[in-house]
T-cell receptor, first 113, second 112 residues
Framework: AQSVTQPDIHITVSEGASLELRCNYS??????LFWYVQSPGQGLQLLLK??????LVQGIKGFEAEFKRSQSSFNLRKPSVHWSDAAEYFC???????????FGGGTRVLVKP | KAGVTQTPRYLIKTRGQQVTLSCSPI?????VSWYQQTPGQGLQFLFE???????NKGNFPGRFSGRQFSNSRSEMNVSTLELGDSALYLC???????????FGPGTRLLVL
C-alpha cells in the first residue's frame, strides 16, 4: 500500500530565511506527487505537482520541489519565506487509477518576524 | 470561474443522527472526491465519484456513503453518527484523473 511520511511535525523559520519540508513516499510504481498548503480554517490549495519529466518542479508562491526516485523523496523548498507562508503543508501521492490521494501527516510551519 | 463549494460550512449533530453534506464541483469537472480530516488520523480518503459512478473507496465503514448526480454535484451521508465522526470533511473536484484536484473549504461537523 502506498504511504507518505513527513518527518517534521513542526518547523519554525525566520522571515526571509529558506525553508525545506521533507516528504518520503512508498509506492510501487511511478508516483504522482503533490504538495498542498492549508491555512487555518481553509481547504487545501495545490502548490505544485509532479507527474513525469523534469524532476525539479516549480509551483506557485515561489515554491519548488525536487523528485528523487533513488531516495523516494519529494522535498519542498522556498528560498525566502514570508510571514504569509505560515500554514500547514501536506505532501500527497496518487495511485495509478482514480483520484485517491494518500496524504502525509503534515508539517506546520511557523514564521518568526 | 467559481471554485468548489460545500454546504453547509458548519454543522452540529448528536450521536445517532444522520447527516448529509453537499459538494458542488467546478463547472466542467466530473470527478468529485471526499476526504475526512481529523487531528488524530489526518487526511483520509473516503470515496471518489466520476460520472455518477463510485470509482474508488477508502477504508471507512458502511455508515459513510455518497452519490453523484448527473450535474456532477455530490453528496455524502453519514448515518448513525458517532463522536469520532467529528471532523472537517473536504471535497475536491477535477476534470479527471491526473488533473489537478481543487479543494473546497470543507464542512466542519461536530457530533455531540
Amino acid at each position: 500500500a502506498q504511504s507518505v511520511t513527513q518527518p517534521d511535525i513542526h518547523i519554525t523559520v525566520s522571515e526571509g530565511a529558506s525553508l525545506e519540508l521533507r516528504c518520503n513516499y512508498s509506492y510501487g510504481a511511478t508516483p504522482y506527487l503533490f504538495w498542498y498548503v492549508q491555512s487555518p480554517g481553509q481547504g487545501l490549495q495545490l502548490l505544485l505537482k509532479y507527474f513525469s519529466g523534469d524532476t525539479l518542479v516549480q509551483g506557485i508562491k515561489g515554491f519548488e520541489a525536487e523528485f528523487k526516485r533513488s531516495q523516494s523523496s519529494f522535498n519542498l523548498r522556498k528560498p525566502s519565506v514570508h510571514w504569509s507562508d505560515a500554514a500547514e503543508y501536506f505532501c500527497a501521492v496518487a495511485q495509478a487509477a482514480g483520484n485517491k490521494l494518500t496524504f502525509g501527516g503534515g508539517t506546520r510551519v511557523l514564521v518568526k518576524p | 470561474k467559481a471554485g468548489v463549494t460545500q454546504t453547509p460550512r458548519y454543522l452540529i449533530k448528536t450521536r445517532g443522527q444522520q447527516v448529509t453534506l453537499s459538494c458542488s464541483p467546478i463547472s466542467g469537472h466530473r470527478s468529485v472526491s471526499w476526504y475526512q480530516q481529523t487531528p488524530g488520523q489526518g487526511l483520509q480518503f473516503l470515496f471518489e465519484y466520476f460520472s455518477e459512478t463510485q470509482r474508488n473507496k477508502g477504508n471507512f465503514p458502511g455508515r459513510f456513503s455518497g452519490r453523484q448526480f448527473s450535474n456532477s454535484r455530490s453528496e455524502m451521508n453519514v448515518s448513525t453518527l458517532e463522536l469520532g465522526d467529528s471532523a472537517l470533511y473536504l471535497c475536491a473536484s477535477s476534470r479527471d484523473f491526473g488533473e489537478t484536484q481543487y479543494f473546497g473549504p470543507g464542512t466542519r461537523l461536530l457530533v455531540l
